[in-house]
């Protein structure tokens, strides 16, 4: 309603009509749509986040949950125009129509528009959540923790993606995009997740927690260039070393030429912040830079998400940084729940009832991806070398929940079809599990003694 | 780019497609041209709040005009589907028809929809600044300043709307719908405005400065209830009294009963809040109120800003209140811009060439608009009583600037055919030059000793 609310106006007044849409006509009731759809989405962000935090699972799980739980597979509130679904499977669309006296098509129209303008918010929500991680990111910290967290990073991205895949080739017969996809969906570790728990056991700064943030640092760096490696790959329905040598040297080029440049782009952007002096001075030149960075990332054919990471990189080193940090934190707690509960909702869980038969494999493949995401990653744990008396079961744990990262390759699944369903929801099922698990096996590899640790307070979720 | 990039991938992968829409076909780079024409906007928006803070006018204004500059009057960059606008008509639409060898059908498709959620997001900027102006509003100041601000509110919204659509219905045979529209225009002072240029003067806690601030709070309320009126009014195409009952009784019961049951809805709201653990736990609840109230007040045929407003009202009384005024500022520094950027740039400054036969009506409309405007708010001093010695210059000067709620008229205007072109431009000009002349004047009106004044910290703009 408002501008577009008006729009609805053409009819009643005696103005030659200028609209070149049919879509225009309805924008009032596309805008009432998105509203619905959005409180809809925080109301289950915001009780799936709470309940978890009260079990002491990550929030996010929470909101995937609740995504779960509104959307396709059960509630029938907020669902996408994928798979054939239609506006009356929609509770919100029906109730739309009923309140503004739609036709059939008009209510496809106004169905198809909104979810729409929903995906784009999803898509901007996980461009400044990866900017955000970006940020969090510490490039010095990694030169500290050095060789060590470098080591577990590649062994933890590198078994799990080679069992992985070759055990779905091999074991389920599962064609090589798909089971290259998947893999690669087992490989990044969640930075928000992991220093979370970290910090909650009060082990952020031990030589384990030490290596552990470092590794995950790493691993989100890796596991992006993989997602951009993957994606792009699919895209030509065939492996293609040339391409991919392409991508790799690209994404590094990319991620590594913005850092390189980082000081040019630290000092512009901060001298430029200095100078502005209206309001959202640190926070436009911010977004001017990671939207940018984002469209540049989809330009050279790698993603959105690896420019947005980059442009945080970068941004990390600026004298405006902590200012940067409590601004981004409202936009982000606004935007990145409508990516996660969207992913949540588009995942149908249907397709792992087990009294159907054709599901059966995808629950054989969850248990599969599952037992490989944990060994994978907890072989990390004997990769390190040189630190006498190091807990090799705490790092490997450490390693486990994997998140946001894995999270992203589920919602590319679900939204691209490269993932049949069982596989997709294989995958949303693996990360829930993996990070379900790492809080109390945590608190079993750091022994008895952390459960009367202080909580050391953490911003990141 | 990112999750919709891969719905590209349908054509690669070879399982059977399962969307709806040819529209999700272009996904990616619909994703592209949003953050472009974002990345745009933000640009265009900072170097000329930039500028006008440079030249001592309020920031507001230079985003308007850089609205104007990138829009549909100068470079081309910004456009919307209105008026026979096609995407070759659009710079950046040409640019990704280039970068990705699209069909002219598909650049047009992509064109409707980035427009579409351009749109949408403008419209999400407006319902988060009037939830903000909401907040900033004070009804306890209101009580305080009480009568006086209420008679100088009251006949600043009387004298330039009775007069403007008189003006225009008698003088320059304007019908009936549009000459109360633009009359309704000239009605709402701008509170962010006013008490920004007063806190630049030290002004802001002086008696003028106080019944300024007060009928300029109370102007917001009846601006936005006359803007309900006015444009459920246009809906019907007629004057229908029972229908401007209706509407001034729901708008008020509207207002009254949320303020009323905002006791209930600040207990609920703070005890929410403090029960609350996860991140986003003041930001989530306050726009789900917003949000759910928006939606409300479009659903009983008023407007989304209404509801927003409402909402805003209701949660200043809150506890919560300070940290909910910080945490939503970035969100509005965001979001908000591309408000007033799209309004500038949907202006077509065309119509105002003189050398144009048709345009001069337009021109002469303009200078009625303006001198209407001012001579109207001026009046609004000698409505003050039992004050001796009070300015009334400076509060007739203080009420001149139109600023938010007569640009929501104009965009209103823009986006409907309310207004035909040369009216919406008039709007337009009467609240920029409303706005430019406000400051010098009151720093003659304030006399020269305030000068030398130290400015007062305002967060505001």
Redesign the interface.
Known sequence: ??????????S????P?????V??EY??I???G???T??TI??A??IG??V??QLDFP?VLGELVAGVIVGVSALHLVIF??????ATDSLLMTALQA?NQLSPEGIETVF??QS??I??L???G??ILLFEIGLESDLRQLKEVGIQAIVVACVGVAAPFAAGTAGLMLVFHV?A?PAIFAGAALTATSIGITSKVLSELGQLKSKEGQIIVGAAVIDDVLGIIVLAVV?SL????EIDVTNVIYLIVSATVFLIGSILLGGFFNKAFTSIVA??????NI???A??FA??M??L???IHL???LGAFAAGLVLDESDARDELDE?????A??LV?IFFVTVGARADLGVLNPTVPENRAGLLIAVFLVVVAVIGKLVTGWAVFGIPGVNRWAIGVGMIPRGEVGLVFA??GA????L?KPLQVSIIIMVILTTFVAPPFLRVAFGESVETAPPIES?S?
């Open positions: 309603m408002f501008l577009n609310d008006t729009l609805a106006l053409w009643a007044v005696s103005t009509p200028l609209l070149a849409t879509a225009a924008s009032p596309i805008l009432s998105v509203l619905l959005l409180v925080f109301i962000s915001k986040s709470e978890a935090k929030p125009p994928e798979g054939g679904l239609a309140l198809e528009s729409e303008v995906s784009v999803a898509e901007l996980v461009i064609a995009i994606a699919a895209k030509t329905g100078k502005l002096k209206t309001r959202g926070i436009i030149p977004f001017i939207f940018f984002a469209f990332g989809n330009a993603e959105a998400i601004l981004i934190k409202p936009i707690d606004l729940p919602g590319i939204a691209s079809g490269i049949d911003t979720e």
